[in-house]
């Protein structure tokens, strides 16, 4: 993951990209990492940790109707939550987590493990589900680790485009 975060660290300043990053799952975790080293500042505008639904229907306009609807670990809302951000902080690039970290919280179809993670720019999005196992911290670091992964997969597509 060191490696990741290097490299992600490089691409963003070499790239004069800026991200922002709202978080639930994670709950801070992701803005951590990606504001580890030296000079994050250059990139890194703006984090939030929606971890309420209503949190994220207040901070980041996600509507009530698509959360009682989807649920709030949904890849709508996963999806939501990183174009918002991007457009609340105006940034080149946004990532956004939401999920069920354990042991509490499993609901029908959704265990325990279940994240949606999205990334976004002007012209992309992905947005991904996964399935993690082990603890509640092991759950927030593999999130935060494949979100890395995520921003570089879109920074490489933005760099292309």
Request: glycine content about 8%; proline content about 2%.
């Amino acid at each position: 993951m060191k490696n990741t975060l290097q490299l992600l660290h490089k691409k963003l300043i070499s790239g004069n990209l800026t991200v922002a990053v709202a978080e639930s799952c994670t709950g801070g975790a992701l803005s951590g990492l990606l504001t580890r080293y030296p000079g994050s500042s250059l990139y890194f505008m703006l984090g939030v940790v929606a971890y309420s639904n209503r949190s994220k229907e207040k901070l980041l306009k996600i509507p009530r109707k698509t959360i009682n609807s989807h649920g709030a670990v949904s890849g709508i809302v996963a999806a939501l939550m990183a174009k918002n951000i991007r457009r609340i902080a105006q940034t080149d690039l946004s990532l956004s987590t939401t999920g069920i970290a354990g042991p509490s919280g499993a609901i029908k179809n959704k265990p325990v493990g279940t994240v949606f993670i999205a990334a976004c720019s002007k012209n992309k999005l992905i947005c991904r589900k996964f399935r993690f196992s082990g603890s509640r911290a092991k759950i927030k670091a593999r999130t935060s680790a494949q979100a890395l992964k995520i921003l570089t997969e879109l920074i490489c597509a933005h760099s292309s485009a």
